[in-house]
């Protein structure tokens, strides 16, 4: 049998050479399609899942299992992270990497850097009323806020290369550590918003709280370090000390990170328009 790939000859139902299947043209009626089809749901569901299940029960070691070539059973960590990213982006109604253009020109920090004064030259130049150009920013924001969150990948894996420079590892173990923890950081955002910031508005009947948005913000920020010093324990084996001290600064750093993240999103919308 030929391989129709690179054209080894071969009596294995793979090619050996390049892994190709042997074809055979009845491959190509609908019962096959049907059954390829469901195979191919099936393989990457169960792959999906046990891929979600030990990034949140074993915190580090899907990180581990990659570095270390165990890779047939799990997800790859930019495809998994993709497929994450999709989901945020399809069932996340509230985004916390996203703001109202209302947040950016009300309240501090962001009007220490000119918001209001910004829209009040692109509203003069282009014509628009605060109201109109109040929904085009803010439908432009929920889109690009999700596109955008790759930008923490290589941010998180040069801040990992630079606390652990000395366990002299390649920076694709730092980015995957990195993919896996802002894969996870996204599942714990969408589980907040289900379990906890529905459920209580939902209850309550009011439309914003403020000692709601400090508590849950707190509580995000309890979950971001707690995870992080287990999966670095598990990931690098450094001392406990430093483990804990890096989770600290990982965790307390969190929500500054996302709001630089934000003033980069007014800044590509207001001067690029996207």
């Known amino acids: 049998m030929e391989c129709k790939t690179c054209g080894n000859s071969h009596p294995e139902k793979f090619c050996p050479s390049c892994g190709e299947k042997s074809f055979d043209p009845k491959q ?28 949140i029960t074993k915190p580090g070691q899907l990180s ?24 945020f982006f399809v069932l996340a109604f509230h985004n916390m990497y996203s703001l ?23 509203l003069a130049e282009k ?15 929920k889109v690009l806020s999700k596109e955008m969150i790759f930008l923490f990948i290589p941010l998180y894996g040069g801040i990992f290369a630079l606390f652990f420079f000395k366990k002299k590892q390649y920076f694709v173990e730092h980015l995957t550590f990195a993919t896996h923890f802002c894969a996870f950081i996204l599942l714990l955002a969408l589980a907040s918003f289900y379990f906890v910031t529905l459920p209580f508005y939902a209850i309550t009947r009011i439309s914003y709280s403020a000692d709601f948005d400090n508590i849950s913000s707190l509580l995000t920020t ?49 001067r690029f328009g996207h």
Request: positive net charge.
């Open 28 to 55: 190509l009626s609908l019962k096959e399609f049907a059954e390829e089809l469901f195979e191919g749901f099936m393989h990457f569901d169960n792959k999906f899942f046990r891929t979600v299940k030990m990034l």
């Open 64 to 87: 581990l299992e990659y570095t270390h070539g165990r890779r047939v059973y799990f997800m790859r960590p930019i495809q998994f992270f993709l497929v994450v990213n999709l989901l």
């Open 100 to 122: 109202s253009l209302y947040n950016y020109i009300t309240f501090t920090p962001f009007t220490n850097y000119n918001t209001k004064q910004i829209i009040g030259g692109l």
């Open 127 to 141: 014509h628009l009323t605060l109201a109109e150009y109040t929904q085009l920013f803010n439908e432009k924001i």
């Open 222 to 270: 309890a979950c971001v370090g707690i995870y992080a010093a287990v999966a670095i324990n598990r990931f690098y084996k450094p001392h406990l000390i430093w483990s804990i001290v890096v989770a600290l600064l990982i965790a307390g750093s969190f929500f500054s990170f996302i709001q630089f993240y934000r003033m980069i999103l007014f800044f590509q919308i207001v």
